[in-house]
């Protein structure tokens, strides 16, 4: 089984965003992680408008071509770890509207966030949390939260988000959870893929 690939979906859009800082932070940890291959998914590079189908992809084809895009993008992964601003005790906007346009891509996968901003972004990775479980994926429950001095600290140039060590182990754990799942989940969708081509057959 070749390793899981593992996005890293950038959650906001906006221009002067931080999270930035923390994904290059992040990839250069996951990329010493034997057991996967992560790669950068920018929600820029998807301007999704604001869902506007005539159902929830659950149940009908999407006709945006933006939003097929995005679909096939999210299906060539096996996991996921969400960068998570909280607005108005929130995730963005623009990331709740990108998961709306998927659903069966989403199935049977690790979710994992990284939230920043008030309480380290907890309020918005819960309430992504309960998202990830309606897409039928497998939220897990190391996360990595970025307190509001922390994440001061790094904005203004006082501090590195390598120099803060208990952040460090905070994504260590979360990849590890989310390199274990992502290898159970894949193998367990290809043993469905197998059984499936057999009743047919």
């Known amino acids: 089984m070749s390793k899981p690939r593992i996005a890293i979906v950038v959650g906001s859009t906006r ?3 931080f999270a930035d800082t923390p994904v290059e932070w992040l990839v250069s940890i996951a990329r010493q992680h034997a057991d996967i291959e992560v790669e950068v998914v920018d929600l820029r590079d998807f301007p999704l408008p ?3 189908e005539v159902a929830s992809p659950m149940w009908a084809a999407s006709e945006n071509e933006v939003a097929q ?6 299906a060539s ?3 996921f770890i969400f960068t998570a601003a909280e607005y108005s005790h929130g995730p963005t906007a623009v990331l709740k509207n990108a998961l709306d346009y998927v659903y069966t ?5 690790p979710a994992g966030f990284l939230g920043y901003g008030g309480v380290g972004g907890a309020r918005a990775v819960e309430q992504l949390r309960l998202h990830a479980i309606e897409m039928q994926m497998a939220p897990v429950r190391s996360a990595v939260h970025i307190s509001w001095g922390d994440f001061l600290a790094v904005r203004q140039g006082e501090k590195k ?7 460090n ?7 590890d959870e989310i390199a274990w799942w992502a290898k159970v989940l894949k193998k367990a969708r ?7 081509d057999a009743q047919a057959a």
């Open 15 to 17: 221009e002067g965003r």
């Open 77 to 79: 992964f096996d996991g």
């Open 169 to 175: 182990q905070a994504a260590r754990a979360l990849l």
């Open 50 to 52: 604001f869902f506007d």
């Open 161 to 167: 988000l390598e120099e803060i060590e208990h952040l």
């Open 69 to 74: 895009r995005w679909q096939k993008k999210v």
């Open 105 to 109: 891509e989403w199935n049977k996968k």
């Open 190 to 196: 290809e043993a469905d893929i197998v059984a499936a």
